[in-house]
């Protein structure tokens, strides 16, 4: 397709599992990011790629999170041992490069709900 | 680092009526400004930007927004809303290029509900 795809749209897990979470961004954007988005509140940064590397990742909010994009373009998020803390929407987002003055293009999302 | 304030979380406003939503920001070094739009069951998507320039900025559906430096705002308005943009709309910021921050930092988002 031509935009940002996650999946699973929707994912139900019990605390103390893992998940991953994959977001294909568009063809061609060497940036991508991931956000968070709780109930009510607004997308909340977590860690940003430039190539295959994570360039920032200074919003991941404890080591249970972690990132990678091991050829440049799917990128998959991990969460370890998940708390309920952690429900939310998990967002992608690509760009040509760094979203200074560009346009992030954002996928539909991954909601996770941990029990 | 940068912050962003969206005071209003609902604004329900009849069909035709003219809408403002409110934003302001804080930072220590210049920012862009970005509205984004995020339709029901659909992914967000920018609206309009600030980068430089006109301090007014428009987007194509009709909406406007003008930095305001002094004030730290970047509000966005129509004079005349339609039952189609009922949607959640976000104001964000990054800081330039010169900045350290190369992620957009958005507001809780305001819930525009326009009734018939």
């Known amino acids: 397709g031509a935009g940002v795809s996650q999946t699973p749209s929707n994912k139900v897990t019990e605390k103390g599992k893992y998940v991953e979470l994959r977001c294909d961004p568009i063809?061609?954007?060497?940036?991508l990011y991931w956000y968070r988005q709780s109930l009510g509140q607004g997308p909340e940064f977590l860690i940003y790629?430039?190539?295959?590397?994570?360039?920032?990742d200074s919003g991941l909010p404890n080591d249970r999170f972690f990132a990678v994009r091991p050829e440049g373009s799917v990128s998959t998020l991990k969460i370890q041992r998940t708390e309920r803390g952690d429900s939310a929407v998990y967002l992608c987002?690509?760009?040509?490069?760094?979203?200074?003055?560009?346009?992030?293009?954002f996928g539909e999302g991954s909601r996770l709900t941990v029990l | 680092a940068q912050s962003v304030t969206q005071l209003d979380s609902q604004v329900p406003v009849f069909e035709e009526a003219p809408v403002e939503l409110r934003c302001n920001y804080s930072?220590?070094?210049?920012?862009?400004l970005f509205w984004y739009v995020q339709y029901p069951n659909q992914g967000l998507q920018l609206l309009l930007k600030y980068l430089s320039g006109s301090t007014l900025v428009e987007s194509i559906n009709g909406f406007e927004a003008e930095f305001n430096k002094s004030q730290t705002s970047f509000h966005l308005r129509k004079p005349s809303v339609h039952i189609s943009d009922t949607a959640e709309y976000f104001c964000?910021?990054?800081?330039?290029?010169?900045?350290?921050?190369?992620?957009?930092?958005f507001g809780s988002g305001t819930q525009l509900t326009v009734l018939p």
């Open positions: 790629f430039q190539g295959t590397g994570a360039a920032d």
């Open positions: 987002a690509s760009s040509h490069g760094p979203v200074n003055g560009g346009e992030l293009f």
């Open positions: 063809s061609g954007h060497t940036a």
């Open positions: 930072s220590s070094v210049s920012v862009y």
């Open positions: 964000a910021v990054s800081a330039l290029p010169s900045g350290s921050a190369r992620q957009l930092t």
